[in-house]
C-alpha cells in the first residue's frame, strides 16, 4: 500500500516571502498526486493534483508542485505567500485502492 | 452548484452514548467516503459506497461504527456506543465516480467524546 510523509508539521513564514512545503511518498505502483488546504473549521479543497505528464503543476492560489519520481516527492511551493494562506495543507497519495493523506503541514503566515 | 452537507457540524457526547452523522454529496455523485480525521493527522478512510453498494469498509471499526447509504444519495455514519478516542473531525467527501481523481469535502462534523 502507498504512504505519504510530510516532512515539516508547521512551517512560519513572512508575508511576501517564499515557501516549500515538503511531502515524500512511497508505492510500488503508479501513482497519483495531490495537494489539499484546509482552511480552520472547513473541510478539505483541492489545490493542484499530478496524474500524468508535465512534472510541473500549477494549481490555484498561485501555488505549484513538481513531481519527483527518483525523489519520490511532490513538494507545494508559492513565491510569495499572503496571509490568507494561513491553512493547513495535506499531501495524498493514491495507487490501488483508497487515497491516503499525510499528517498534514501547517503553514502560518506572518505580517 | 451545492457542495456536500454535513450535519450536525458540531457534537458532544459522554463515552457509551450513540451518536450518528449525516451527509448529502454533490448531486449525481456516485461515490461516496466517510473520513475520520483526528487532531494533528490526516483524514482516514472509513468507508467507501459507490451507489447503495460498499466498496472499501476494511478500516471501519465494524464492532462500534456502522455506515449506510440506503438509496445511493445521503448517507448515515452511526457510532455506538462511542468512546473517548472517537473524538475527531468526521469528513464526507463525494466523487462523480469511483475512478474519479478529485474528492469533494463537506465541511465536516467535531465530535467530542467526554
Known amino acids: 500500500a502507498q504512504s505519504v510523509t510530510q516532512l515539516d508539521s508547521q512551517v512560519p513564514v513572512f508575508e511576501e516571502a517564499p515557501v516549500e512545503l515538503r511531502c515524500n511518498y512511497s508505492?510500488?505502483?503508479?501513482?497519483?498526486l495531490f495537494w489539499y488546504v484546509q482552511y480552520p473549521n472547513q473541510g478539505l479543497q483541492l489545490l493542484l493534483k499530478?496524474?500524468?505528464?508535465?512534472?510541473l503543476v500549477k494549481g490555484i492560489n498561485g501555488f505549484e508542485a513538481e513531481f519527483n519520481k527518483s525523489q519520490t516527492s511532490f513538494h507545494l511551493r508559492k513565491p510569495s505567500v499572503h496571509i490568507s494562506d494561513t491553512a493547513e495543507y495535506f499531501c495524498?497519495?493514491?495507487?490501488?485502492?483508497?487515497?491516503?493523506f499525510g499528517a498534514g503541514t501547517r503553514l502560518t503566515v506572518k505580517p | 452548484e451545492a457542495g456536500v452537507a454535513q450535519s450536525p457540524r458540531y457534537k458532544i457526547i459522554e463515552k457509551r452514548q450513540s451518536v450518528a452523522f449525516w451527509c448529502n454529496p454533490i448531486?449525481?455523485?456516485?461515490?461516496l467516503y466517510w473520513y475520520q480525521q483526528i487532531l494533528g493527522q490526516g483524514p482516514k478512510l472509513l468507508i467507501q459506497f459507490q451507489n447503495n453498494g460498499v466498496v472499501d469498509d476494511s478500516q471501519l471499526p465494524k464492532d462500534r461504527f456502522s455506515a449506510e447509504r440506503l438509496k445511493g444519495v445521503d448517507s448515515t455514519l452511526k457510532i455506538q456506543p462511542a468512546k473517548l478516542e472517537d473524538s475527531a473531525v468526521y469528513l464526507c467527501a463525494s466523487s462523480p465516480t469511483t475512478s474519479a481523481n478529485e474528492q469533494f469535502f463537506g465541511p465536516g462534523t467535531r465530535l467530542t467524546v467526554l
Open positions: 508505492s510500488s505502483v503508479s501513482v497519483y
Open positions: 495524498a497519495v493514491r495507487g490501488v485502492g483508497d487515497m491516503r
Open positions: 448531486s449525481g455523485h456516485a461515490t
Open positions: 499530478y496524474l500524468s505528464g508535465s512534472t
